[in-house]
């Protein structure tokens, strides 16, 4: 499975941003899809995910209420769709898929990584 993100750049502060994650190579539909962020000097936290069977979804308490995750298993891919951005929400955003029953909090359940689209926003 090979993930390919897209989507980010540089907005101000209130600003808002969709990413997008295209899959090719797997049953994108069976996988648990993540995003996961990694700020410079900071270990890669979950950001948010949905799950493959009924679509639930999980967000970090830092984004919710600004952030919306959706998948289309027609496009084989799977959106992050973020408002309301500050600061702090700077980071490299990375796309995960898997293929377990592991929680999806922790990104060493995933099996399937994206290299990454930068998210920069200014005050």
């Known amino acids: 499975v090979q993930l390919q993100a897209s989507g980010g750049g540089l907005v101000q502060a209130g600003g808002s941003l969709r990413l997008s994650c295209a899959a090719s190579?797997?049953?994108?539909?069976?996988?648990?899809l993540g995003w996961f962020r990694q700020a410079p000097g900071k270990e890669r936290e979950f950001v948010s995910a949905?799950?493959?069977?009924?679509?639930?979804?999980y967000y970090a308490d830092s984004v919710k209420g600004r952030f919306t995750i959706s998948r289309d298993n027609l496009k084989n891919t799977v959106y992050l769709q973020m408002s309301s951005l500050k600061p702090e929400d700077s980071a490299v955003y990375y796309c995960?898929?898997?293929?377990?029953?592991?929680?999806?909090?922790?990104?060493?359940?995933?099996?399937?990584w994206g290299q990454g689209t930068l998210v920069t926003v200014s005050s």
């Open positions: 949905v799950t493959w069977r009924v679509g639930a979804t």
């Open positions: 190579g797997g049953a994108f539909s069976t996988y648990g």
């Open positions: 995960a898929a898997k293929y377990n029953s592991a929680n999806y909090y922790r990104a060493s359940n995933y099996n399937y």
